[in-house]
Nanobody, 120 residues
């Protein structure tokens, strides 16, 4: 069974940093695009950053210059380095990935989410 597992969330003071990780496991033939989304209380889920299998990257305007997405294909893992965190970054962060499974099914998967809280 394929799953995405996030880690690295927590409580941090404004101006601080966190690094999120999302590891894909299970019967995976290939991983395509990988993304980080976030959802703040009372708000819709929004795309934070994405990275294609070829390494093309895009960011939401609100995080440009502060967040960095990267991936390690050998480890089936995507990362989100978050610097200069602000209280408005507080949200549940979700990993999302396009996968081709061992049974040759092309599916989109979500992780369970990890809480990031920025507060003094």
């Amino acid at each position: 069974q394929v799953q995405l597992v996030e880690s690295g969330g927590g409580l941090v003071q404004p101006g601080g940093s966190l690094r999120l990780s999302c590891a894909a496991s299970g019967s995976i033939l290939r991983i395509g695009d990988m993304r980080w989304y976030r959802q703040a209380p009372g708000k819709e889920r929004e795309l934070v950053a994405g990275i294609t299998s070829g390494g093309t990257i895009n960011y939401a305007d609100s995080v440009k210059g502060r967040f960095t997405i990267s991936r390690d294909n050998a480890k089936n893992t995507v990362y989100l380095q978050m610097n200069s965190l602000k209280p408005e970054d507080t949200a549940v962060f979700y990993c999302n990935a396009d996968l081709i499974t061992g049974s040759l099914r092309r599916l989109n998967y979500w992780g369970q989410g990890t809480q990031v809280t920025v507060s003094s």
